[in-house]
T-cell receptor
Framework: ETGVTQSPTHLIKTRGQQVTLRCSSQSGHNTVSWYQQALGQGPQFIFQYYREEENGRGNFPPRFSGLQFPNYSSELNVNALELDDSALYLC?????????????FGNGTRLTVT | DQQVKQNSPSLSVQEGRISILNCDYTNSMFDYFLWYKKYPAEGPTFLISISSIKDKNEDGRFTVFLNKSAKHLSLHIVPSQPGDSAVYFCAAIGTNSGGSNYKLTFGKGTLLTVNP
């Protein structure tokens, strides 16, 4: 039981639509990161939020955006969905002090774009 | 370009024997390495880590070895148990890469199957 909860678990969208994925942080964890895991690949870093501000971003276009709320929960928004956006989206949280508190992942949201 | 490589997509071992999972990296800025285990329909769970100032870290049945000059690390599981069957991801981070940015770079994973 990681304490990181993601919703929904599965989602099917059509190309060109927009989607919002949600993540509830483990208690006391103020840093949230989002990762995309395509089939047969390892997770890829999308971005990270700390105290409601983005403070790190991977190689993803601006149509991938996020929010972090005062209770440290988070959203990942993807606009103008493309077929290649089909993947497992993982949220991960940490309470800081990375060496002593490795990332804790949720079970992910499986997004299918048709 | 893949900065973290796990060249074996799968590994099969007998229960009670040793499992050795390998990982290579190319980015010399990486100075902290982690192994995560992932069961189907679950998120990755942290297993063990090692700093680049060490060459070995042990936690119960799990030991990680780091050869910094070869940019190679390995995870040893002894003895292997059927419950260890999962996908194992190697991940790396450069802790000096910028403040509190916890960007992990993952390999593609190795599917370990432990046969009873």
């Amino acid at each position: 039981e990681t304490g990181v909860t993601q919703s929904p678990t599965h989602l099917i969208k059509t190309r060109g639509q927009q989607v919002t994925l949600r993540c509830s942080s483990q208690s006391g964890h103020n840093t949230v990161s989002w990762y995309q895991q395509a089939l047969g690949q390892g997770p890829q870093f999308i971005f990270q939020y700390y105290r409601e501000e983005e403070n790190g971003r991977g190689n993803f276009p601006p149509r991938f955006s996020g929010l972090q709320f005062p209770n440290y929960s988070s959203e990942l928004n993807v606009n103008a969905l493309e077929l290649d956006d089909s993947a497992l989206y993982l949220c991960a949280t940490t309470g800081g002090g990375f060496i002593d508190s490795p990332l804790h992942f949720g079970n992910g949201t499986r997004l299918t774009v048709t | 370009d893949q900065q973290v490589k796990q060249n074996s997509p799968s590994l099969s071992v007998q229960e009670g024997r040793i499992s050795i999972l390998n990982c290579d990296y190319t980015n010399s800025m990486f100075d902290y390495f982690l192994w995560y285990k992932k069961y189907p329909a679950e998120g990755p769970t942290f297993l063990i880590s090692i700093s680049s100032i060490k060459d070995k870290n042990e936690d119960g049945r799990f030991t990680v070895f780091l050869n910094k000059s070869a940019k190679h690390l390995s995870l040893h599981i002894v003895p292997s148990q059927p419950g260890d069957s999962a996908v194992y991801f190697c991940a790396a981070i450069g802790t000096n890469s910028g403040g509190s940015n916890y960007k992990l770079t993952f390999g593609k994973g190795t599917l370990l199957t432990v046969n009873p």
